[in-house]
């Protein structure tokens, strides 16, 4: 009887759209296991790390980066086309990046005041996350994307589960790990109760209130949150600036940006 | 007040043979874990000596607050409860349950042996013992005891201490489970400031009279003994914080619908520290974790919230949406349901909730504006 073939190695593509290659590190920061997933997937495309470049369809295709051009938006329809599963990844690609701040103000002026010759520009006026694109099977949170939350969503992927991504604040992450709280105890400004975890409360953990890289949780009480801001002496200015950041272009962030930002006369 | 089960008259205990307690402790096996200040708060931390303790440290306790000051003597207990409790130590946050491994057409299942190493809490409170004990009868002694609890509460020995002073924050007494404590601990230190700097030493099992006999402590005097109770009867009285535990069940669980709860549930934040620091809520998430290679797999446990959406997720969807309805089900179960579950309140009076809510939501202020409104009084 011949032996059966072995079963082909899943493809993986690693795609970038506006985003600065930092989530794509993670990848290859993730030193011990890096051969392993080298091992269990075919690495098809991912220019960052390697020149061989194969076409699609791909098996599991993580997409960093924000839209932030119409042909970024073309090349995203064809990939959902060609990919089985596609997974964002970081908070360029899940909300907008902190590019998205763009979306606050008015387009040509801020390239006009950017650009000697703005006309060369060929961009969308706003930059926006993957999924208001094309629907999207799992997004990763993080600027950057935790390793362990990558590392279970491409384990998840290999064995056809579903990944593990809770969404709950970053305040439970904190209590588990003894993390004392800087709003109650230091009156530190924080944004990890609306927060979703995901970084093992990388901030508290060093005394330094959260700045939301992880986006808004599943239940983010950014108005309830205010007056908690407020009274450990954060200014409108200040509450802007806190959700001014990589996740400003999730509604619950950017609204609360929107409405505490000072008004310009 | 109940009376203070012991097994002997009480000793006395002078400040300077404190470390003599500590190293008596560890001479037995045991390590210690106490109050400890790390980043300006009093923690539960493993403690060597008694240097190690907040020796001339107090905290200020309001809603949404906390800080950390100096007093102006060396009380070695001149505090009250921090963020942390001992359920971190019994009902650890993070526990692995099994590792199963896959070998040839079989699973092996390994299941993670239980921690029977022996640990001394020094410095639980009166609330804190109340708590052990409403823990104890979920989780050692129902039909649901759990092994890896059951271990370590087996291993431990408690050194409970009186508090001097309370905190705004504190309301044991309604519940009349401080601040002096009655049961539950190995050994109770009530720290005496008048004259020479000592301790009370009531004794509650037979390990703690060995100690006391090894250490050849003295017998408390009347006066010792007049003093300690009289701390106990003064820092109850200076108690500001009340909640009315009369008929508290019945009010609460005819107030389902009360528009108060839309009101707390618009300032709440649905962070989930309340019931991360409350002493003896319980509940748990499971976990999977499996290898890259499909080939192994670790199941762990870790403490998780009902104010979290996917805590009540049913077919991948929460059913407690409304941040109202999550608040209702963690103040009814504190308060009402424990009892028609457990036969005793869910709630001792600790106040960490209290303090520890960014947003200074105060479960007693609550069921006061609920009870207060009479227009929604149910006829019995
Ligand atoms: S604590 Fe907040 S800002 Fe810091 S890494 Fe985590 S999510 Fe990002
Ligand atoms: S509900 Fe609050 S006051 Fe009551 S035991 Fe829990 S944390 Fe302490
Ligand atoms: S109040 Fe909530 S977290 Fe606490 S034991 Fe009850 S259901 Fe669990
Ligand atoms: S009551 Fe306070 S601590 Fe509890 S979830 Fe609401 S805001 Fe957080």
Known sequence: MPTPKPKPKPKLAVIKLASCDGCQLSLLDCEDELLAVAGALDIAYFPEASSRLLKGPYDVTLVEGSVTTAADRERLAALRR??????????????????????????????????????????????????????????LRG???????????????????????????????????????????????CLGPVTQTGCGALCPRFSRGCFGCFGPSDTPRVQALAPVLASV????????????????????????HRVRLPVVE | MSSIRTLSPPFVLPRARLDDLFERLR????????????DGVIVLDTVKSSADL?????????????????????????????PDSFKRTFLVPVQRLFRARRDGDRVRFSPEPVDTSKVALVGARGCDLAAIETQDEILAEGAHADPFYVARREAAFIVAVSCSESRSSCFCTSFGTGPRPTRGFDLSLTELLDGPHRFLVEIGSAEALE???????????????????????????????????????????????????????????????????????????????????????????????????????????????????RYRQWLTHKLATWIDQFGRSGCVGCGRCITWCPAAIDLTREVARLRDDVSLETDP
Not at chain 2, 27 to 38: H, K, M, N
Not at chain 2, 63 to 72: A, D, H, Q, T, V
Request: net charge negative.
């Open chain 2, 54 to 82: 907040p020796v001339g440290y107090t905290d200020e306790h309001a809603p949404g607050r906390y800080r950390l000051r100096r007093r102006n003597d060396d009380a070695v207990f001149g505090f009250v409860v921090g």
């Open chain 1, 143 to 189: 600027c950057p994307v935790d390793k362990s939350q990558l590392l279970e969503v491409l384990i998840a992927a290999l064995h056809g589960r579903a990944p593990r991504l809770p969404r709950h604040s970053v305040c439970l992450e904190c209590k588990r790990r003894g993390v004392v709280c800087v709003t109650v105890a230091h009156g530190t400004p």
């Open chain 2, 211 to 325: 100690i006391a006999t090894e250490l050849g402590l003295s017998t408390a005097s009347e006066q010792d003994q007049g003093a300690a109770a009289g701390i106990a009867l003064r820092t109850s009285r200076g108690m500001e914080r009340q909640l009315d535990t009369q008929g508290l069940r019945e009010m609460l669980l005819s107030r389902l619908e009360h528009p108060h709860w839309q009101d707390v549930g618009s300032r709440c934040l649905a962070c989930t520290n309340c019931t991360a620091v409350c002493p003896t809520c319980f509940c748990v998430d499971i976990v999977d974790k499996s290898s890259l290679d499909g080939e192994s797999h670790e199941r762990t446990r870790q403490h998780d919230s009902c104010f979290s959406a996917d805590y009540s997720a049913v077919h991948g969807h929460p059913v407690r949406n409304d941040v109202a309805a």
């Open chain 2, 27 to 38: 001479a037995r096996g045991y390590r210690v874990i106490g109050p400890r200040v790390r």
């Open chain 1, 233 to 256: 002496g954060a200014t409108d200015t200040d509450v802007a600036r806190l959700y001014g950041t990589f996740n400003v272009g999730a509604p619950a962030f950017g609204d609360e």
């Open chain 1, 82 to 139: 060609e990919s089985r599963l596609l997974i964002t990844i970081g908070a360029c690609a899940t909300s907008g990046g902190i590019q998205a701040l763009r979306n606050f103000q008015s387009y040509p002026e801020l390239a006009r005041s950017v650009y000697a010759h703005p006309e060369y520009l060929d961009s969308l006026a706003t930059s926006s996350g993957v999924a208001e694109h094309i629907p999207v099977d799992y997004e």
